[in-house]
């Protein structure tokens, strides 16, 4: 098993464009969630799924979109990027839908927005 | 409200010394989850340890022990004999049954000297 793959590992955007970040497990995992990672403030949720069809939001959504087709494969879409979206992401995924079991996470993407 | 307080920013040690990072979480629900993980220099982040609110012994792994007090509404985490390859950012976080959320603390850093 690869476990939760995320691509790329570096990006580099100007304000104003937009780009998906790719996030994909293969563990048949129900649940999975995007984190941005920020100096001084732990992990932040931005958004979760319980399952394919079914998204929600976390603590920091603006800014960001999520589709679930599949159970494998969640991406998060920047519409609009602003400097304020530096950080590095994570992805992670949980065996079932409640977060009371571990997650297991991506090696994370690091985003700068000039 | 749910909150997970790592007061300690960044902890110095010595090789071999005894480490205790903090972490003191607030919730109202009587169900809930705490967990630590470690984000090693890689970057990545690594389950540690989960722990339910209706477990409160100790548990020791190693030369890692957590200590969970309800009273307190602590999950200290001990460190003994610390080496160079536990310098990591530890985080603590809390899920809680009212929420499906799981809210991380801003992190320690441990640096052990040798």
């Known amino acids: 098993n690869a476990g939760v793959t995320q691509t790329p590992k570096f990006q580099v955007l100007k304000t104003g464009q937009s780009m998906t970040l790719q996030c994909a497990q293969d563990?048949?995992?129900?649940?999975m969630s995007w984190y941005r990672q920020d100096p001084g403030m732990g992990l932040r949720l931005i958004h979760y799924?319980?399952?394919?069809?079914?998204?929600d939001q976390g603590e920091v959504p603006n800014g960001y979109n999520v589709s679930r087709s599949t159970t494998e494969d969640f991406p998060l879409r920047l519409l609009s990027a602003a400097p304020s979206q530096t950080s590095v992401y994570f992805c992670?995924?949980?065996?079932?839908?409640?977060?009371?079991?571990?997650?297991?996470f991506g090696p994370g993407t690091r985003l700068t927005v000039t | 409200a749910q909150k997970v307080t790592q007061a300690q920013t960044e902890i110095s040690v010595v090789e071999k010394e005894d480490v205790t990072l903090d972490c003191v979480y607030e919730?109202?629900?009587?169900?809930?989850?705490l967990f630590w993980y470690k984000q090693p220099p890689s970057g990545e982040l690594v389950f540690l340890i989960r722990?339910?609110?209706?477990?409160?012994q100790n548990e020791i792994s190693g030369r890692y022990s957590w200590n969970f007090q309800k009273s307190t509404s602590s999950f200290n985490f001990t460190i003994t004999a610390s080496q160079v390859v536990d310098s990591a950012v530890y985080f603590c976080?809390?899920?809680?049954?009212?929420?499906?959320?799981?809210?991380f603390g801003a992190g320690t850093r441990l640096a052990v000297h040798p």
């Open positions: 992670a995924s949980s065996p079932t839908s409640s977060l009371s079991y571990e997650q297991y």
């Open positions: 563990m048949n995992h129900e649940y």
């Open positions: 799924s319980v399952g394919a069809g079914i998204t």
């Open positions: 976080a809390l899920f809680s049954g009212g929420y499906n959320k799981l809210i």
């Open positions: 722990r339910n609110s209706f477990d409160e």
């Open positions: 919730t109202r629900d009587t169900t809930y989850y």
